[in-house]
């Protein structure tokens, strides 16, 4: 990142130097695109464009664990493809491809989702496979703790999506992260779902303080996520 240049001496602001306020009436200036202001705001429309869903993160410490057994379970599931941990996360909903004039409706959504509501204490609990153990195409880790706050962010964000008009996906919600997919139904063997329960039994639980906006862009290794919007829980509004 290149370094400003040096502005010249700013006038001094003591008695009868005047401050720098916009002319009435005029708007608040926007921020600059990407900038870490309170609030996760982004300028850029651009950024919230493309293949979006709402996600709550799972933190590095909390990740550990599961993520030191993927050898095993690989070697346990080889055919399986295994989810990158750097971006698990726990899906709330998926908006599909959303256009850039659609951006503002983003940021309503999610506004209108976390009203109200404080962090979650979260933690990872159990193992399985959707749609049933015997005939999965998915394997996930499961969740306990203060899992009514996700079911609720789910709810107002399949509400608020509807009024807003954007598209996403209707299905019911269970709380889950999504570590592998398999290219066919089949059964889990017994031995995976162990590792994975003795994995997330030795997980950390964690504070949830935020609701995220990812961006999916799909490459020939898989997803690649992207935080394009944060929305604190801090039971304010």
């Given at each position: 990142m290149t370094a400003p240049k040096r502005p010249g001496r700013p006038p001094r602001q003591g008695r009868g130097a005047p401050s720098a306020r916009p002319p009435r009436g005029a708007p608040p200036p926007r921020p600059e695109p990407g900038s870490g202001v309170p609030g996760g705001l982004l300028a850029d429309p651009d950024l919230l464009s493309g293949r979006l869903f709402f996600a709550v993160p799972i933190p590095g410490h909390s990740r550990e664990p599961l993520e030191a057994v993927l050898p095993e379970l690989?070697?346990?599931?080889?055919?399986?493809?295994?989810?990158?941990?750097?971006?698990?996360?726990?899906?709330?909903?998926?908006?599909?491809?959303?256009?850039?004039?659609?951006?503002?409706?983003?940021?309503?959504?999610?506004?209108?989702?976390?009203?109200?509501?404080?962090?979650?204490?979260?933690?990872?609990?159990?193992?399985?496979?959707?749609p049933s153990?015997?005939?999965?195409?998915?394997?996930?880790?499961?969740?306990?703790?203060?899992?009514?706050?996700?079911?609720?962010?789910?709810?107002?964000?399949?509400?608020?999506?509807?009024?807003?008009?954007?598209?996403?996906?209707?299905?019911?919600?269970?709380?889950?992260?999504?570590?592998?997919?398999?290219?066919?139904?089949?059964?889990?063997?017994?031995q995976l779902l162990e590792l994975?329960?003795?994995?997330?039994?030795?997980?950390?639980?964690?504070?949830a303080r935020e609701l995220c906006c990812y961006r999916s862009t799909l490459t020939n290794r898989g997803a690649r996520y992207q935080v394009v919007r944060t929305f604190p829980l801090t039971r304010t509004g």
């Open positions: 690989d070697r346990a599931l080889p055919a399986a493809r295994w989810t990158n941990p750097s971006g698990w996360h726990l899906t709330l909903a998926f908006l599909g491809h959303v256009r850039p004039e659609f951006s503002a409706e983003v940021v309503t959504v999610g506004e209108s989702a976390v009203a109200g509501l404080g962090p979650a204490r979260l933690r990872l609990d159990g193992a399985g496979g959707f153990q015997r005939r999965a195409r998915v394997v996930w880790a499961g969740i306990s703790g203060d899992v009514e706050v996700l079911t609720t962010l789910a709810t107002r964000l399949a509400d608020a999506s509807k009024q807003a008009g954007l598209r996403f996906e209707e299905r019911e919600h269970q709380p889950h992260l999504t570590l592998a997919r398999l290219p066919s139904p089949g059964p889990l063997p017994e994975v329960t003795e994995a997330v039994a030795a997980s950390p639980p964690w504070e």
